[in-house]
């Protein structure tokens, strides 16, 4: 394999060239935000854009890296904030790094046993994801909220153990600010 470069647009998150833009609408995501009532009511006029994610392929192989950038709309369903669907790594002893490009937003992680733990991310801010622990993005803010990842080439993504717990905690607004609330569907996986 030969080395490379690729050039990132700091305001729309995507990379020239790239290998796959995908696409997560609210259909996408039924049943991951907590208000059920208020999705099927949008669900019967519009399916919006909650976030899409660019990324370049590489090996899905130990000693490689992968690189993604993703970009959540702003917007809510009800009173909680979009955000991604989550997951563990399919390899749960793999770690990633975000950084922040853009906007303003909150970085949720939680592992198996119920640890939970919080990240408030804007331009500039690194977070590292250690092994074992789920992740999820969430935009608090009023534009696109967008964020570089790295991780190991065999990670790969778990999104199922999530879509059957969801996440502890959910981002919701009251009084025009973001608060970490319990999530009271949330389950601890057997
Ligand atoms: C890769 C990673 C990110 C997400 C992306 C979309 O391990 O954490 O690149 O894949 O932000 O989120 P999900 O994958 O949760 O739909
Ligand atoms: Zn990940």
């Not at 002893?93 to 490009?101: A, K, N, P, Q, W």
């Not at 919080?118 to 331009?123: D, G, V």
Request: with cysteine.
């Amino acid at each position: 394999m030969r080395s490379f470069s690729l050039l990132l647009d700091f305001k729309t998150g995507e990379f020239t060239p790239h290998d796959r833009i995908n696409m997560r609408k609210l259909s996408h995501m039924k049943g991951m935000f907590f208000d059920t009532e208020s999705e099927l009511q949008i669900l019967r006029k519009e399916d919006p854009l909650i976030y899409s994610f660019s990324e370049k392929i590489l090996p899905e192989e130990n000693g490689h890296l992968q690189l993604a950038t993703t970009t959540i709309q702003p917007g809510k369903i009800g009173e909680e904030y979009f955000m991604t669907k989550g997951h563990y790594h399919r390899r749960p002893d793999t770690s990633e790094v975000y950084l922040g490009m853009g906007g303003e937003g909150c970085l949720l992680m939680q592992t198996v046993d119920g640890d939970f733990d919080s990240i408030e991310i804007r331009q500039g801010v690194i977070a590292y994801i250690p092994p074992y622990w789920g992740h999820r993005m969430v935009n608090t803010g009023k534009t696109p909220f967008i964020f570089f990842a790295i991780y190991p080439g065999d990670a790969g993504h778990n999104y199922g153990d999530i879509e059957r717990t969801g996440f502890k905690k959910i981002l919701v607004e009251r009084d025009k600010k973001p608060v970490l609330i319990d999530n009271p569907r949330w389950k601890q996986r057997d």
